[in-house]
């Protein structure tokens, strides 16, 4: 079993920066896709940004594209989102999630993974 434990998030003003990392215990992640996926209240689960065991595949949601950034440490068997131009519509609660790699695509659907942590609270003050 794969455990993951989110730290890093807080309380940042608008056009600030915030760094999550994840890191995960109980196996090595050699094989797994890594992602972040978030909730706002009342909203449906969004995936942020997924990144392969190689680091080659690093999809990223709509929303976040060219603010945020994925990378993976498999030796600490952690990884991290580094969130840049921060805007209060990123306010949510962001989970890492993890799952077996089955192919070159990383599938983004959060039904598809496997794994989730418990998750942390970014707020974004205007």
């Known amino acids: 079993q794969v455990q993951l434990v989110e730290s890093g998030g807080g309380l940042v003003q608008a056009g600030g920066s915030l760094r999550l990392s994840c890191a995960a215990t109980g196996r090595t992640l050699r094989g797994y896709d890594m992602g972040w996926f978030r909730q706002a209240p009342g909203k449906e689960r969004e995936f942020v940004a997924a990144i392969s065991w190689s680091g080659r595949s690093t999809p990223y949601g709509d929303s976040v594209l060219g603010r945020f950034h994925i990378s993976r440490d498999n030796v600490k068997n952690t990884v991290y989102l580094q969130m840049n131009g921060l805007k209060p519509e990123d306010t949510a609660v962001y989970y890492c999630?993890?799952?077996?790699?089955?192919?070159?695509?990383?599938?983004?659907?959060?039904?598809?993974?496997?794994?989730w942590g418990q998750g942390t609270q970014v707020t974004v003050s205007s």
């Open positions: 999630a993890a799952r077996v790699e089955t192919s070159t695509r990383i599938d983004v659907s959060y039904q598809a993974w496997d794994y």
